[in-house]
């Protein structure tokens, strides 16, 4: 459905004035944001997928694949020989110990091409699951045998696979049920932070700048952003992770604020997972870290004022 500009501003007035008297399921997203966590910025990974900018058009997937099973982020991930020369996100992996000012990284920072923004609750028509499959690709007018069907599918099968010891995992769909899941791990006092680069580059070198800084907390929720016609991302958190902004300056002069998180026991990963083939380090050795790309999100404590 199309909404005029008119219409648009009319419907969203009809639903704060909802919102006075309902629960927080049915609050606009901004508005609940507002309630939940006064005086927090949102990061531009958020702004960016904020309804109402509306799911234009039929989406596109790009990425890993529509063959792959896991995305990098995901520890039950297993890299095939190909994505070791051609994955571009084999730069974002790094040692902790590597995060240091005047390191040089060859990096490129990757944003997922599917801009589908999340779609507010009261429209979420079909429920997220792998048992309403067909039901979702008739919606969305997508032919069961295609290359978008296959990768719905596996972003499903994602989200619905296990956890792996000492993680809790969470896909969400709306902006609302990723705070709820963040503060129901984390508490109310946290902020979320995301990746910002100045313009879009190539693969580049990068130096790491003075001031990297690391977040409050061992515990953090990093939310990744999943290919789907409307924006869901894979939430999860472990309790051995540090997260932390690292100022980074290209070759080119593109400056960059971005969020690195380390993974302090890796020993559940799967061991051929990307990582561990692109450091050459085996499982629970050393903390990996990673940057996130920009559509990326990580919520951690806030810094306790003194």
Known sequence: MVFSCGSRASMESRLLQLALTTSHAVLP????????????????????????GGHKGKPVYVGIGATA???????????????????PTVALFFLEKDMLPGKKMNLHFIKNSNDATFSPQSKHQIIFSSKNLPAILNHFLVKPESL???????????????????????????????????????GTNVQAISTEV????????????????????????????ENYPYAVFYC??????????????GADGTTAKAVAVCHIDTSEWNPK?????VLKVKPGTVPICHFLPEDHIIWVPKEIST
């Open 29 to 52: 997203s901004q508005v609940y944001w507002n309630s939940i966590l006064p005086n927090t910025p949102k990061p531009k990974a958020i702004r960016d997928v904020l309804w109402p």
């Open 69 to 87: 099973v896991s995305s990098p982020f995901s520890y039950h991930y297993a890299a095939t020989e190909d994505q070791l020369h051609v994955d």
């Open 148 to 186: 978008e069907a296959q990768i719905i599918k596996n972003t499903i099968k994602r989200c619905e696979a296990p956890a792996i010891k000492g993680e809790e995992k969470y896909c969400a769909t709306s902006l609302e049920s990723m705070i709820d899941f963040s503060i129901s791990k984390l």
């Open 198 to 225: 100045e313009k879009e580059t190539q693969k580049q070198e990068y130096t790491v700048g003075v001031g990297v800084k690391k977040m409050a907390g061992d515990e953090s929720v990093a939310c990744h952003k």
């Open 236 to 249: 999860h958190v472990t309790q051995t992770t540090r997260a932390y902004m690292v100022p980074l300056v």
């Open 273 to 277: 997972h990307l990582a561990f083939q």
